[in-house]
T-cell receptor, first 118, second 115 residues
Framework: SQTIHQWPATLVQPVGSPLSLECTVE??????LYWYRQAAGRGLQLLFY??????ISSEVPQNLSASRPQDRQFILSSKKLLLSDSGFYLC?????????????????FGNGTRLTVT | AQSVTQLGSHVSVSEGALVLLRCNYS??????LFWYVQYPNQGLQLLLK??????LVKGINGFEAEFKKSETSFHLTKPSAHMSDAAEYFC?????????????FGSGTRLSIRP
């Protein structure tokens, strides 16, 4: 069965410090990978998605970047954190396919990282 | 383009009462619709999804949702609430001709259950 691991679970970082959040998926090959941010009282905002190694699409301009160095590894980074980067960050994966039948493939989420920038 | 509106950021019901969480969508193409549940400090878990065919969709934990094209709605219901149903619920939509990267989520509804 497929599993998704995300760490750390919680993180407190000072403004201006770097960030690295890691996500790995097991039990599936060549998945779509996603980073979402969830702010209090607001829905999920898609930050990045990836359809393959080294292929990253950014949905919103921001202080963050993402990388996919391996097929099942997705990393969210920042060189200098801002207060506004605080939130709950969720990694997710879905089945990848070029056929329309894949467009209803659900997202499978990790347990999230709660980031507090102080 | 797609969008999702969840009416009511917080819903409170008594244990054993009917649960009704409202979701309206906007889509320029036939939609795929999803409901996800999120327990505290956890990721989201798929409850159910509508793709094609039967408009009444049954999901896990006794939840179901009905796709009503004329009302552009996909409300989530459960006949009898249980304390373990307390969580946040998200409605989501994607277009039938777009990739999973274009799944749009609503802002969520927090469900509380009164003993």
């Amino acid at each position: 069965s497929q599993t998704i691991h995300q760490w750390p679970a919680t993180l407190v970082q000072p403004v201006g410090s770097p960030l690295s959040l890691e996500c790995t998926v097991e039990g599936t090959s060549n998945p779509n990978l996603y980073w979402y941010r969830q702010a209090a009282g607001r829905g999920l905002q898609l930050l990045f998605y990836s359809v393959g190694i080294g292929q990253i699409s950014s949905e919103v301009p921001q202080n963050l970047s993402a990388s996919r160095p391996q097929d099942r590894q997705f990393i969210l980074s920042s060189k200098k954190l801002l207060l506004s980067d605080s939130g709950f960050y969720l990694c997710a994966w879905s089945v990848i396919s070029e056929t329309p039948s894949s467009y209803n493939s659900p997202l499978h989420f990790g347990n999230g990282t709660r980031l507090t920038v102080t | 383009a797609q969008s999702v509106t969840q009416l009511g950021s917080h819903v409170s019901v008594s244990e054993g009462a009917l649960v009704l969480l409202r979701c309206n969508y906007s889509s320029s193409v036939p939609p795929y619709l999803f409901w996800y549940v999120q327990y505290p400090n956890q990721g989201l878990q798929l409850l159910l999804k509508y793709t094609t065919g039967a408009t009444l969709v049954k999901g896990i934990n006794g939840f179901e949702a009905e796709f009503k094209k004329s009302e552009t709605s996909f409300h989530l219901t459960k006949p009898s609430a249980h304390m373990s149903d307390a969580a946040e619920y998200f409605c989501a939509v994607s277009g039938r001709y777009s990739s999973a990267s274009k799944i749009i989520f609503g802002s969520g509804t927090r469900l509380s259950i009164r003993p």
